[in-house]
């Protein structure tokens, strides 16, 4: 898997990675109804759900 672009929004990055879809989802978080997914990065995301960023790229990778 190529490296995820971290300075694109949530909304780009679902469409990439359907996969981070879920992952999110089974953690709580729902982004692709959130109107915030279209300025907020999965850094922000993972800052303000208090998750770690490398476990989630992780998550994806094994996706």
Known sequence: ???????????????????LGDILSSHGIDC???LASQVDTLPDVVRMYKLDLETILAKLQEA
């Open 1 to 19: 898997m190529e490296t995820v672009d971290l300075k694109k929004n949530m909304a780009q990055l679902l469409v990439e990675y359907p996969a």
């Open 32 to 34: 692709g109804s959130c």
